[in-house]
C-alpha cells in the first residue's frame, strides 16, 4: 500500500512523464514541418516512449492501492531557433528528468517503501541511458556546426543512433 505521501510523488511523476511526452511531440511537429524526417521520426519515437513512462506509474500507482492522476498539461515549446536548440533543450529536459526520478527515490527510502524503491530502479537505470543518447547526439551535432551535408547525414542517421543507444541497454 502507498503512502499517501508516496503516492503524491509518484503522481507529481506522472504528470511529468505525460509533459515529456507532449515536449518531445512538438520538437517531432517542429522537425517535420522542417524537412528533418530523421529527426522528426526520432522525436515521435521519444514522445511515445515518454508515453510508455507514463503508463507504467499509471499502472504501478493503481496496482498498489492509490489512485493514478491524470492532469492538465503545461503547453510544450514549439518553436526553436536550431535543431541543435531543440536537442540542447532535450538534454536539459532528461537532466531534469532524472533529478526528479532522484527524488522520488529519496522519498521511498525516507518512507521505507521498498517496493516503489525498486519499480522506481527501472527509471534510474533509463535516465541514464536517456541522458548518454541526448549527449550522444549533442557531440554530433557539435561536430557538423553549420555544414549542410553534415546535417542531411545526421538526419538520415539518427534513428541508428538511438538504436544503438538502445540495445546497449540492460534487459527489463
Ligand atoms: Fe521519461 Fe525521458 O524520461
Partial sequence: MLSKNIEKALNDQIKI?????????????W?????????AGFMYDQSNEE?????????????????????ELAAPNVTFT??????EKLF???????????ELVHISLQEKD????????WYVSEQIEEEAMART?????????????GLYLF??????????????????
Fill in 82 to 87: 536550431s535543431f541543435k536548440e531543440m536537442f
Fill in 92 to 102: 536539459d529536459h532528461e537532466v531534469f528528468v532524472s533529478n526528479s526520478i532522484n
Fill in 31 to 39: 522537425a517535420e514541418v522542417k524537412g528533418l524526417e530523421g529527426v
Fill in 114 to 121: 521498498y517496493a516503489t524503491h525498486n519499480f522506481l530502479q
Fill in 17 to 29: 512523464e505525460a509533459e515529456s511526452s507532449q515536449i518531445y511531440l512538438a520538437m517531432a511537429c
Fill in 137 to 149: 547526439i549533442l557531440d554530433k551535432i557539435n561536430l557538423i556546426g553549420d555544414d549542410k551535408g
Fill in 51 to 71: 508515453r510508455d513512462h507514463m503508463l507504467k506509474l499509471i499502472k504501478f500507482v493503481n496496482e498498489r492501492g492509490g489512485h493514478a492522476q491524470i492532469s
Fill in 155 to 172: 538526419d538520415r542517421d539518427i534513428q541508428q543512433i538511438s538504436i544503438s543507444t538502445a540495445s546497449t541497454e540492460n534487459p527489463q
